[in-house]
């Protein structure tokens, strides 16, 4: 729990300074800057897709993913969370739209990728931190950002990486025999693909309900278990 504990940190840092210098960043200059980082999300979520293993289990865990999360719908709830948090600090209506905006995009962001699956499966079963320390780096830097460009909604997806990253870390133990290189690679190619959905949605392409995909990283380990993979 370290290295999620140091990963909150720096998202929070990261966007204490994005708040910071965000009055000094001209409208232009951050909806060209949101773009270029869209392009970037894009492009990590190509690479770690192109990393499966089997496709076919990449299909199905997106698939079967993708009905699951619709039929509870992940996204309302994820939404409903961030209209709290916008209510509750929001001074005006357009605020209020940023901050629910940057608190659900930042969440899938940071949570999502491959690196927060694999650090935090190889913070629970070696103790190895060095994937959730790089990422620590990558977040900051997109937190600094986000934050500039969407406010104080970014600063509360942290809530949601710890969670998410420690309950990973803490389960892996538990998981640690159906956890083959094969299960963590469908875990990391079904959680890469739904960043490639975020990074369309942030350029304005898509509007994917990233959010109702999430149940798609859980299959593979499903597989695991039947030792299908």
Avoid at 218 to 225: N, S
Wanted: proline share 1%.
């Amino acid at each position: 729990m370290i290295a999620t504990l140091v990963n909150c940190a720096v998202i929070i840092a990261g966007c204490i300074i994005g708040l910071i210098i965000k009055g000094g960043i001209p409208e232009r200059v951050s909806n060209i800057i949101m773009n270029a980082l869209a392009l970037c999300v894009i492009y990590i979520g190509i690479s770690g897709a192109l990393e499966s293993t089997n496709t076919l289990v990449t299909i199905i865990s997106m698939a079967a993913g993708a009905l699951i999360g619709e039929l509870i719908d992940i996204d309302k709830y994820i939404n409903n969370l961030g209209n709290i948090i916008q209510n509750k600090f929001s001074n005006g209506k357009n605020s209020g739209n940023k901050i629910a905006e940057g608190f659900v995009t930042s969440s899938l962001l940071f949570c999502v990728g491959a690196m927060a699956i694999v650090g935090a499966l190889q913070a629970g079963l070696s103790g190895d931190y060095e994937t959730l320390y790089a990422k620590s780096v990558l977040d900051g830097i997109s937190s600094i950002i986000f934050s500039a460009s969407l406010g104080i909604g970014v600063i509360f997806s942290t809530v949601t990486v710890f969670i998410y990253q420690g309950l990973i870390t803490i389960g892996a133990s538990f998981l640690s025999s159906v956890l083959s290189d094969g299960v963590i690679a469908g875990m990391t190619a079904t959680g890469s693909l739904m960043i490639v959905g975020l990074g369309l949605n942030l350029l304005g392409v898509t509007n994917i309900k990233i959010a109702n995909m999430l149940p798609g990283v859980i299959i593979p380990i499903i597989f695991g278990m039947f030792g299908v993979i």
